[in-house]
């Protein structure tokens, strides 16, 4: 079973930022939060992965509580390609995946 | 980001016969590979992880008989399903990590059709 629960869908404006967020509250110290997204008919694309500390990327940011119970995808100008569905994931490094139902994000114009 | 290939990208097949799906690391070298089976509308449920020169070790339900896995070199891992049955229509997807980091990469994915 999936550690992460992240809702169903959400929507956002084009240009503007979209705030993805993933609890996962019975994360292990040696787990990393993981993002995925999956366009439809598409292999999964990694966006960005973090252990404590925020990270940064040319896709996106990853903000992690402090207590690393949640974290937060952020997309700062979503573009209409964006819309895909966004998966969380909790995994010790280079070990198997276990998708949930991930969080589908709709980019309108 | 890395690149990971699979081949085919599609498949039509008859019941009966065996399909093999190839999935390489382009840029890296790949100590383990993991194969993936998603059913329309789900999400990617994982069938097996395989380490290079060694055995693949398969998730509780899945068929190590009927779905053959080879990784024999650090770039290339197949998938092999023996004597396919419509049931065993699926999108397929391999993922890799090794040499790169802490990430894992997705291949592109293989739709199969069993008639």
């Known amino acids: 079973d999936a550690k992460t629960t992240q809702p169903t869908s959400m929507d956002c404006a084009e240009g503007r930022a979209a705030n993805l967020p993933c609890n996962h509250s019975?994360?292990?110290?040696?787990?990393?939060v993981y993002w995925y997204r999956q366009i439809h008919s598409q292999g999964p694309q990694y966006i960005i992965h973090?252990?404590?500390n925020n990270e940064t990327n040319e896709m996106a940011s990853l903000i992690i509580t402090e207590d690393r119970k949640s974290s937060t995808l952020i997309l700062p100008h979503a573009t209409l390609r964006d819309t895909a569905v966004y998966y969380c994931i909790v995994s010790i490094a280079n070990s198997k995946l276990t998708f949930g139902k991930g969080i589908t994000l709709s980019v309108r114009p | 980001g890395a690149v990971v290939s699979q081949h085919p990208s599609r498949v039509i097949c008859k019941s009966g016969t065996s399909v093999k799906i190839e999935c390489r690391s382009l840029d890296f070298q790949a100590t383990t590979m993991f194969w993936y089976r998603q059913f329309p509308k789900k999400s990617l449920m994982l069938m097996a992880t395989s380490n290079e020169g060694s055995k693949a070790t398969y998730e509780q339900g899945v068929e190590k008989d009927k779905f053959l896995i080879n990784h024999a070199s650090l770039t290339l891992s197949t998938l092999t399903v023996t004597s396919a049955h419509p049931e065993d229509s699926s999108f397929y997807i391999c993922s890799a990590t090794g040499t790169i980091g802490n990430e894992q990469f997705f291949g592109p994915g293989t739709r199969l059709t069993v008639l």
């Open positions: 973090g252990l404590k």
């Open positions: 019975t994360i292990s110290g040696n787990e990393y």
